[in-house]
């Protein structure tokens, strides 16, 4: 959905035009459109990601790294 409206608001489309054509694919609310808040938490996410990429690749990889020990038999 990132990649859709960050394409359509480069072309020049308000978060609220895109948001109706957007579809949540999974979970409780499948099916329906996404809220405007929610689209504003992922471009803001999306755009800290982009101005920080080490930091988001640190927190990746540290979480891949505690994830995977606690799932190793003991």
């Known amino acids: 959905m990132i990649h859709t409206l960050l394409r359509r608001r480069a072309g ?14 999974t979970g409780k609310r499948k099916g329906q459109n996404p809220s405007l808040a929610s ?6 996410a999306h755009e800290q990601a982009q101005r920080h990429p080490g930091t988001v690749a ?9 994830h995977t020990a606690a799932q190793e038999p003991a």
């Open 58 to 66: 640190a927190a990746r990889a540290e979480y891949t790294t505690t």
């Open 39 to 44: 689209l504003y938490r992922a471009l803001a």
């Open 12 to 25: 020049g489309e308000s978060v609220e035009a895109i948001r109706q054509d957007l579809i949540i694919p």
